[in-house]
Nanobody, 119 residues
Framework: QVQLVESGGGLVQAGGSLRLSCAAS????????MEWFRHAPGKEREFVAR????????YYADFVKGRFTISRDNAKNTVYLQMNSLKPEDTAVYYC????????????WGQGTQVTVSS
């Protein structure tokens, strides 16, 4: 059974930092593109960042460029999202997702972790 389990969310003041983790099990992790999404109340779910299989290629939404960094450790089956210079508008539930390639359908989703940034 495949599981993606996010952790690391919490309450932080504006300008602060958090590091999210997404631990995967039940799949060959290195065969999957990993992505982070977020969903804020009253808004559509939105793409945050993507990291390709080996971790050498990454993509970011414009609103997080220069502030967030996605990385992965294939030996630990874990993808990370380092979030710096957090803003109140970053408040959302953050989800990780896995798919075989960037043109493939999303196969697996985590349950989400809440990030709240206070002003």
């Amino acid at each position: 059974q495949v599981q993606l389990v996010e952790s690391g969310g919490g309450l932080v003041q504006a300008g602060g930092s958090l590091r999210l983790s997404c631990a995967a099990s039940g799949l060959t992790f290195s065969n999957y593109v990993m992505e982070w999404f977020r969903h804020a109340p009253g808004k559509e779910r939105e793409f945050v960042a993507r990291i390709m299989w080996s971790g050498e290629i990454t993509y970011y939404a414009d609103f997080v460029k220069g502030r967030f960094t996605i990385s992965r450790d294939n030996a630990k089956n874990t993808v990370y999202l380092q979030m710096n210079s957090l803003k109140p508008e970053d408040t959302a539930v953050y989800y990780c997702a896995a798919r075989a390639g960037s043109t493939h359908p999303y196969e697996y989703w985590g349950q989400g972790t809440q990030v709240t940034v206070s002003s």
